[in-house]
């Protein structure tokens, strides 16, 4: 079975940092994906940042260049670096996972069928 916990979220001011973790039990051998999204009031949810067990990342465009998404397979355990956070970054951002899935040249993928409870980060100006 595949459980996911975020820990990480939290309260910080514009221009701020994060890590954000995932410890995820249950995914053994290769071929799933793991991911971010992230879900704003009044808004859907988004996918963030994306990651593969070959080692293929994709990115939301505009999050390219603040966002690192990185796993430690040891620990089976996903994170996402934010950097130069801002308050438009404010949201709930959950852990996903798909088996059977490579990401193909940076695009990013909608169809996960496993996701954590969330964890929340607030961004103030």
């Known amino acids: 079975q595949v459980q996911l916990v975020e820990s990480g979220g939290g309260s910080v001011q514009a221009g701020g940092s994060l890590r954000l973790s995932c410890a995820a039990s249950g995914i053994t051998n290769d071929g799933w994906c793991l991911a971010w999204f992230r879900q704003a009031p009044g808004k859907e949810r988004e996918p963030v940042a994306q990651?593969?067990?070959?080692?293929?990342?994709a990115y939301k465009d505009s999050e390219k260049g603040r966002f690192s998404i990185s796993q430690d397979s040891a620990k089976n355990t996903l994170h996402l670096q934010m950097n130069s956070l801002q308050p438009e970054d404010t949201a709930m951002y959950y852990c996903a996972a798909e088996r059977w899935c490579r990401l193909l040249r940076g695009v990013l993928r909608y169809d996960y069928r496993y996701w954590g409870q969330g964890t929340q980060v607030n961004v103030s100006s």
């Open positions: 990651i593969d067990t070959y080692g293929n990342t």
